[in-house]
């Protein structure tokens, strides 16, 4: 169950959306902000919601390539009227490039991307993304056990990543060992 609290902050969050109270808010504050993004695509944020995204970021702000928004703030240069945006995603997934930039691209809009070249040097996942997707092909009985071991409060697999997040370093290695020689 949901505290409270937090249902309440949640039903005021959705209501000053709906109502437009947060864009008319954030307009009155001509600022500059940073939207990081993550997965693109069918199992994140399907494509067609993304673009519907962007257009709706682009239509009420300016949006700038991160490097622009630094040089303005080492110039100290006011941003846009109305404020600015700069996109960014972090991981450097392959949907990242397959779906996300060609939509960048058609809509003319500017994104940084943070990549990890370790990972891609040596053919590796980040963590989170290879313990969830181990995760969602165990069964149920098999997940139940792992979020035992890792305290979590369910077997699903969010909740399980989350709480793995939440573990020193040397812990959550060996559960990520437990994780591989399980699946």
């Known amino acids: 169950m ?9 039903s005021l969050h959705s209501m000053a959306l709906v ?3 947060s864009e008319r808010l954030a307009q009155r504050r001509p600022v500059r902000r940073i939207v990081m993004l993550h997965g693109v695509g069918p199992s994140d944020l399907p494509a067609d ?15 700038v390539s991160l490097n622009d928004m630094l040089s303005g703030i080492a110039q100290e240069r006011a941003p846009a009227p109305g404020g600015e945006v700069a996109l960014t995603f972090d991981d450097g997934l392959r949907n990242h490039i397959e779906v996300a930039y060609p939509i960048l ?3 003319r809009l500017p994104a940084t991307y943070f990549v990890c070249p370790g990972l891609m040097d040596n053919r590796r ?17 098999a997940r139940a056990e792992h979020a035992r071991s ?7 697999v969010e909740g399980l990543i989350e709480r793995m997040k939440t573990l020193p370093l040397d812990r959550r ?8 020689a399980a699946t």
């Open 49 to 63: 919601a993304f673009e519907a995204g962007l257009n709706w970021i682009a239509e009420r702000f300016k949006v």
């Open 150 to 156: 890792v305290g979590a409060s369910t077997h699903e």
């Open 125 to 141: 996942w980040l963590w989170n993304h290879e313990a969830r997707s181990r995760l969602r092909n165990m069964d149920i009985p």
């Open 2 to 10: 949901i505290p409270r609290k937090a249902a309440l902050a949640r």
């Open 173 to 180: 290695l060996s559960e990520e060992e437990r994780l591989r």
């Open 105 to 107: 691209q058609r809509l």
């Open 19 to 21: 109502t437009g109270l």
